[in-house]
């Protein structure tokens, strides 16, 4: 979930037509002191820019954790993912 882009000035160049076409799910706490919440707004407008369909969501008040609300949306994720 929290994460951040490495080698984001080539990223286009790094992924693969077949991988561009993948759904990522980006869950980030907006209370992160670990990694920081603009890198995943910096992130999701990377990807997307390049054709990634990012669906993110923030939790107000989460540090570098997990809230049962992203385990809602992880599952109704899945779901739509998974035939």
Not at 6 to 18: F, G, L, N
Not at 58 to 63: D, I, P
Request: proline share 6%; net charge negative; aromatic share 8%.
């Amino acid at each position: 979930f929290s994460g951040w882009l490495v080698e984001k000035d080539d990223i286009d160049e790094q992924i693969s037509p077949a991988n561009n076409e993948t759904p990522l799910l980006w869950c980030h706490g907006g209370a992160d002191p670990t990694v920081q919440t603009v890198c995943q707004t910096f992130g999701v407008q990377v990807l997307g820019a390049i054709g990634v369909e990012v669906e993110a969501h923030t939790y107000r008040g989460m540090g570098h954790s997990a809230c049962p609300e992203e385990m809602v949306h992880l599952k109704e994720w899945l779901a739509k993912q998974l035939p």
